[in-house]
């Protein structure tokens, strides 16, 4: 439930999403476990920042990974 919610929020928001052949992808989940997908982990991150601590959630830091990808010869400059 609590994942379907942040669905909405970051879709909401046009927070996340990357393009897969004209396809927008928000996050991969299934059932406890999802995969955020983003352009920008700053906006990323405070969302879900944002979303966990409404929601009086948790995170487990020891199971949470950041994986950030750039184009060959690109580096992506943050907020």
Known sequence: MHIAD??????N????RVMVNRIRIWNLAYVDDIVLLA??????????RRFLIGRKLGLCVK?????????????????
């Open 13 to 16: 928001r046009n927070i996340g």
């Open 39 to 48: 352009k920008n982990r700053v906006d990323m991150m405070d969302i879900l």
């Open 63 to 79: 199971k949470t990974k950041i994986i950030v990808f750039n184009k060959p010869g690109k580096e992506k400059k943050e907020r």
């Open 6 to 11: 942040l669905d909405r929020e970051l879709k």
